[in-house]
């Protein structure tokens, strides 16, 4: 069992930037490829970004290119958010995502292991 908590979210201004972090516990979250979604009032849940474990490639939904940054810290156990120039329709709640396999994947079907959820607010 791999436990995962997020947290950073918050509310802030279009434009802002905002960190999520997932820290993963338990059985082991270091060997799982790791991913972000996100599901906003209304919608269903989109994929967002993910990371393989090994290589660390990430991928990213067409809309959070060149905004958004996935990356992971092995060590401290560790999937980071790093959000920049946010928009009103980033608003949503985010959740952290993990796999027993090596190589993400952009479907949540896929993901055994997600957090709680954490509430982005992005006001224009």
């Known amino acids: 069992q791999v436990l995962l908590a997020e947290s950073g979210g918050g509310l802030v201004q279009a434009g802002a930037s905002l960190r999520l972090s997932c820290v993963a516990s338990?059985?082991?979250?270091?060997?799982?490829?790791m991913a972000w979604f996100r599901q906003a009032p209304g919608k269903e849940r989109e994929f967002v970004a993910a990371?393989?474990?090994?290589?660390?490639?990430?991928y990213y939904e067409d809309s959070v290119k060149g905004r958004f940054t996935i990356f992971r810290d092995t060590a401290k156990n560790t999937l980071y958010l790093q959000m920049h120039n946010l928009k009103p329709e980033d608003t949503a709640v985010y959740y952290c995502a993990g796999r027993d396999s090596l190589v993400a994947s952009m479907s949540g079907r896929d993901y055994e292991y997600w957090g709680q959820g954490a509430q982005v607010t992005v006001s224009s």
């Open positions: 990371i393989d474990r090994i290589a660390f490639k990430p």
């Open positions: 338990g059985r082991t979250g270091s060997g799982s490829a």
